[in-house]
């Protein structure tokens, strides 16, 4: 499975849309650089929905920051897998960040726990990370 469920757009605004079945905002994933959001999560009837804004391109306006498109999952039990990740992009151009399923579930339960809405920063991913093994 890939981490991400739906992709909605292209949109021309930077705010990350609220889909109709979202409730409660619950959780702010942020650039632990800037502290500027990637994601967010809010609680549903089925689980809770993480939408995140990724960057597009325009045809009419290739040099636009603000075109983009929404990515969707919904954060259950079982899914995503805890091993599974999906990169984020910081608007201010700070790369290499990414959550993973068990970071969202962990933030599920931190506010479960807590009753308030948490800010969780992004994991960095180190060099390593992305390196491929040379064969």
């Not at 994601?39 to 045809?59: E, I, K, N, P």
Request: aromatic share 6%; hydrophobic share 35%; net charge neutral.
């Amino acid at each position: 499975m890939t981490f991400w469920r739906t992709q909605q757009g292209p949109y021309t605004e930077k705010d990350i849309p609220a889909g109709s079945g979202d409730r409660r905002l619950i959780a702010e994933i942020v650039c632990p650089e800037c502290n500027n959001i990637l994601a967010r999560l809010r609680d549903r009837d089925d689980g809770v929905g993480l939408t995140s804004w990724m960057r597009g391109s325009s045809v009419a306006n290739p040099q636009s920051l603000i075109v983009g498109y929404a990515f969707y999952t919904l954060i259950t039990v079982a899914e995503p897998a805890d091993d599974e990740t999906a990169d984020l992009v910081c608007w201010r151009g700070h790369g290499g960040l990414r959550i993973t399923g068990a970071d969202c579930r962990g933030i599920v339960d931190r506010y479960r726990a807590k009753g308030r809405k948490i800010r969780h920063p992004a994991t960095r991913v180190s060099q390593s990370d992305d390196e491929a093994p040379v064969s």
